[in-house]
DNA sequence: CGTCAAACGCAACTAGAGTTGCGTTATGAG
DNA sequence: CTCATAACGCAACTCTAGTTGCGTTTGACG
């Protein structure tokens, strides 16, 4: 989790600079674990990482720009989809780790307060475009594995099959808050990968049935 | 909007009492309606409405009671789907309701405030979930008429297909950030409306392709 | 090894959210 | 009409998030 002490295309690769935003962002990533997006604060980050509160706000700009920061730092660790080997298990288990991702602690507090603090700040919210365009892309590769086996019509749009898997489970934590049952995460992803082998994440197409 | 002046089982239905609830509501959906969830204050509420701030504290308790207040208010506010003829035309409509709600001003912000104040507030989580468990429960119409017509099989869950219909709508606006063209909103309804027609949403059945 | 600029630590300050005690007003019941 | 009480308005207060000026440290570079 914290293997990345320097930043070789860094302005100070090594010095002290380097060493205060590994540990603020880590102790920010330990706050909101612990405490959750609601109760996490400047001064308690601070704290932790034993950064003075003045550098925190003047390099970050406050709790947004932490997760901001934080968000983007995941963001380049490495990350790839299981691969069960047929469409609807990949998808499946693509549903099941959002759903732990948001179920479990600690990451559970992390997830939900990257999607918070996207309502409260622009600059988050690009961040959080860009990890989710991030998971789309790698994620997408067991589409169009499911393509090259035959499974999917040549054409399907992989990213769209992705957000048509994952979208529901997204949707019954965050908007309707109702627990989310492994028939649900089976249903979705049967659901998908049945309209996708018909065909329905071909963007070219015409509507199947007029 | 501002139609129920007395709340006739309330305590005190006409008196002053009254008369502040609905001027801190009204002046809640306001202040969200053109500053948005990041900008509101109890402050600016209490100066719109009138009443005073330590009133609204004491009643309220603070923004997040603001704005689970106005989102129970909300709710009882009648809504029904529109209607078509067609469940696929039907979903469609929906989507696009949705879509609206959060692109357009200003109920954008109204909208948006009340998933954002969820992520901090167990009670205005419990609110919203009561508030979007009341939308599936009336917009679940539109798909009994779909099974009454014999467009889909008996036992179909009319809520998990509004659901299906709804959520890569929710996912793109608040998860991933993305627009919404009107093709994904087809496409949504389209595959749900398939699947729905498949017997995907009928719970007993079994895994159609074990 | 010496220099210099950027980043940092520190402490004092400002501003605004949230609280509290008390007198006043309005409402529903008798 | 009178009265008891719940809700309200008011002002003063506390507390914490966020800011700023200044001296010090650090690390890149010659």
Redesign the interface.
Known sequence: MSSQESAPGSARPGGRTARNTTAVLQATLDELGEHG??AITVDLVAARSGVHKATVYRRWGGVDGLVRAALDWSADQDWEPARTGGL?TDLLALAETVAEGFTEAPEREVS??A??A????GAV??A??RF??DR?RRSAVVVTEAIARGELPEGTDPE?VV??A???V???L?????PVSP?DL???A???A??AA?G??V?AAP???P
């Open positions: 997006y609601g609807y939900a307060a999607i918070a996207a309502f409260e700040s919210a690009d959080l475009h989710m365009a789309h769209e957000r048509s994952v979208a529901p997204y949707y019954r965050l908007v309707s808050r109702e028939a089976r249903r979705t049967r659901i998908t049945d309209a018909a329905a994440f963007p509507d199947p049935a």
